[in-house]
Structures are given as C-alpha cells and as structure tokens.
C-alpha cells in the first residue's frame, strides 16, 4: 500500500523533482514523487538535447553548470553503473555580420581555430561561407537517462516512493500541513515542492500559490541520417543561433533552435521551424537532406529574468519551488539539487551560487 504521508512531497518526477528527491533521501528524509504521467521523463526530461555546454547561458547558468562539471566526470561511488557524459565539443560558427556575437562567445572561454582546423573536425563544413571559428573542447554529451534513473534509483533505495497517474489537483495547508489531493488519492507532507517543470505556475495556482510568470518555449528537433564518421563530429553553432547540430545515437539532430512561447502542454515539433532549421543547417553543412527519420518538440521553461527559481515562497509556508531552468536543466543538475536541498534542509549554502540570484519572489 502507498504511504500518504512524507516529510517533503515532490509535485514532478523530471530530473529536478528526481534529483532533489535523490538528495534528501540522502539526508535521511522520506519524499514522495507524485507523477502525472503513466511513466517518468515523459516531458522536458525525455526531450533534451543532452548536451554539457559550460560556455552557453546567461552567468547564472554558467556558474551552475560549471559547479556541475566535476559531477558528470566523476559521479558519487554507487550513483550509477553507466558513464554519465562523453566528449563532444562545440564548433562555434562566425559568417559576415557576426563580429560582435563571435566576440562575446571568445570572452566567455571559446577557444580561436582556424578554418583549416575547423573543417577537419568537421569535414561538410562549408567554411568558405564562414569568417572565423571558434571552439569548445569541454562541451560534452550526457547520458539524460541514466542520469535520470540514477537518481530515481536511489530515491528508491532510501524507501522513497513514486506515485504514477497522481496529477495533482489541488492543495491546501492547514495546521503546518499539506493536503494535496491526487487522481491517485490524497497526502500529506509539511513541505511541498513545485518541480512541475512547465507546468510550475498551474500546479502553484492549484495549491493557492500566486504564480511566477513562467514561459513555456518550444524548442523542436529533427532526426537525419548521418553521414559516414559523423559519430566524432563536435556540435555545431552557429553564431546567430538560428539552428544547431550534433551527432547522436547513429543519426543526426538538427534544431531550429526555436524558441517559440507556448501554454504548457505535450509539445510536438513545428514542421515550418523544422523546415527553417534543415534550410539554415545546410547553409554552413554540405550534406544532403532527403528526408526527415523522425522529429520530436519540448519544452523549455523560463522565468522572465531567465535564472531558474529555487527556495521557499516568500508568501505560502512550506511551499518550495524547483523551477524554469530552460534549457539547462540537465546540465545545471548536480549543482541546482545540492543547492536546493541545503535551502530546503537549512543548512549551509554551497559558494558556488548566490541564493538571492535564484530567490522565488525575486
Ligand atoms: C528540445 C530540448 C532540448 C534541450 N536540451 C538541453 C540540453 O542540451 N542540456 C540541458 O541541460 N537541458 C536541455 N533542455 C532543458 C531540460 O530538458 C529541462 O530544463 C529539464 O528537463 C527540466 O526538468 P524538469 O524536471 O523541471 O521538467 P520535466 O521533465 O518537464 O518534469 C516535470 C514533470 O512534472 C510533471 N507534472 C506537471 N504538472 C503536474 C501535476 N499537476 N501533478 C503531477 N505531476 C505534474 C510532468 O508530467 C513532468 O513529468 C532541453 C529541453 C528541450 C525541450
């Protein structure tokens, strides 16, 4: 039989609701993940592009996903059996006009390469249409599912429990309490978090928590065959971010790096995006394009500062929110669950970040 009652209560099992859940079993604390889904990483989670970019984002995002860096390296004795990341790199792309854009990614640490050299990493490139190049040896590929299962792995060990099918309809606090009504039943738990991912400020709105203005963006992904060798092809970029590449799983990814504002729901690719992104990939790539293998859409939910949000709410009691990590939520996980669960636990902050930058309310 289920246990309706925890000391936290996780609204999302994704990989922020799994890895704080993962981090506060540790602790000792008993959490239940409640799932509206038949099954885990169903949404942004199962959507990702699986990328390590260390020199991408705004300075919160980079401060966090540096601090994670060391994780996907050398995970914790026990976390998982499987690597968690492989080398990958990222060509940055620079065409007439881009001079500025090529500017601001050599100051965040993209290293100069010439042409020559760019196109023996990657051999289609058409760099008689480029300017300069530059690149990022420590971009890495992450392993999303193993990482994902890791930490509902030992969310399990540490008699944690995840409840499928359970949407949570709404919830109120009484007497230093939660009571959250499910389609799978009710619970109760002190503390509730808000790991909703898209979906953060309608399950707020349901437990009587004033929202946080999150946008939900679309982001789409075309799969193509690959050419012979392009499994050690670097990720490509090109400085005015109007599509991106990488190799994976023996195929080709090509997005239209979209960014289309949305309602949260189960996001599928935009054919025209799709159309946009293969017509602009084959600007920069001789490759030929006769067809798409498959195609899928996610979503990437942002804050309007574009930092995620973490901490308790200033307003509502025990109401702590896990949210709008946009399209850094894999790679900013090690470091976003140790952070919240020291906030949520109250204990010492890591130095890595300031707990104002990521301040619900803020
Ligand atoms: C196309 C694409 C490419 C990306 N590429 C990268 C990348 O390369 N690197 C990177 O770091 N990040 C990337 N991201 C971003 C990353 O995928 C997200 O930041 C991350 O997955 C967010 O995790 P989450 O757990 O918050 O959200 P989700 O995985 O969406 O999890 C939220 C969960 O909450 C559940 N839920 C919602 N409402 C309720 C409710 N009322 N009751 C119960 N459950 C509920 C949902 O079913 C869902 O399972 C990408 C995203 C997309 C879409």
Known sequence: MTDTSADVLIIGSGIAGASLAWRLGLQGLRVTLLEMEDRVGYHATGRSAAMYEPRFGPPVIRA???ASGPFFLNPPDGFSDAPLSAPRGTLMA?????????ADALAMGFE????????????????QALTCCLYDPETRDLDVDALHQACLRAHKRARGTLV??????SAARR????RVVTKAGEFTSPILVNAAGAWADVAANRCG???LGFTPKRRSMAVIDAPEGAQSWPQLFPAR?????????????????????????????????????????????DVDV???????????TFARDGNPVVGFDSQTEGFFWLAGQGGYGIQTMPALSQFASALLLKQALPDFISAEALRPNR
Request: aromatic letters at 6%.
């Open 64 to 66: 966090l996903t540096v």
């Open 94 to 102: 620079g065409e007439v006009g881009d001079d500025a854009l090529m």
């Open 112 to 127: 100069p390469i010439s042409l020559a050299q760019a196109q023996r990493l990657l051999p289609p490139l058409r760099i």
């Open 164 to 169: 499928l099918n359970a949407e949570l309809q």
């Open 175 to 178: 007497n230093g309490m939660w």
């Open 209 to 211: 928590v004033k929202p």
């Open 241 to 285: 971010d109007d599509f991106y590449t990488k190799p994976a799983g023996g195929k080709l990814l090509v997005s239209p790096s979209d960014a289309d504002p949305t309602e949260p729901h189960d996001a599928f690719a935009d054919d025209m995006r799709l159309a946009e992104g293969i017509e602009a990939f084959q600007r920069l790539m």
């Open 290 to 300: 006769h067809r798409l293998d498959s195609s899928w859409g996610g979503l990437r």
